[in-house]
């Protein structure tokens, strides 16, 4: 039997083509009877990894696996990588993370009031929380709040406003606002979120 030669690597070597030399290697060394720790010492990895290509020639097994083992973000509801395992999916889809990490070295006291600022401008009042966290928001079935917070793509997260100020009404105040008093039936509030929920379901 002819020895598989592995292929010149270069910069634009793709990954799966790499993952497919070793397969091939491994069943071939396999065929001559070599042990699966042998196999692993000759092309250097481990002996499991040795294990998994040859139950697993193409990946087709470990992509379901992953599929299986994904989730769905907490703020996107797009899928989550399945690669750590069985239940230890992420709360979060990639992009979210990123943007999440962006978003604590961005967002800052003076930073965040600005932004209630030019919340109160385009809507005529000052964010509540459930605004500013879309999961919030479709818990209390206010999906329009949630789709708006994407949309305008430019407010900072609730927790990171609490994170700042320590209570919302705080960060309210120093924006210059009378924030809503604890209890008190905002109708104007209610009955536009109303209007919007109705349009969502139209």
Known sequence: MATIEQPVSTGGEQRAAGRAWRV???RELRERGLLLREIAAEIGVATQTVFAWLDDPDGCKLRERKQRYGGVCVDCG???SGSDGRACAPARCGGCAQRRVGERARWTRASIIEAIGEFERRYGHAPAAADWNPDQARRLGHHARA?????????PWSPKVLSVFGRWNDAIRAAGFAPTPSGCYDRGRANRLREHR?????
């Not at 789709?147 to 407010?155: K, L, V």
């Not at 109705?198 to 139209?202: M, V």
């Open 24 to 26: 091939a290697r491994a």
């Open 198 to 202: 109705l349009k969502d379901a139209a």
């Open 78 to 80: 797009a899928a989550t």
């Open 147 to 155: 789709a708006r917070f994407y949309a305008d793509g430019c407010w």
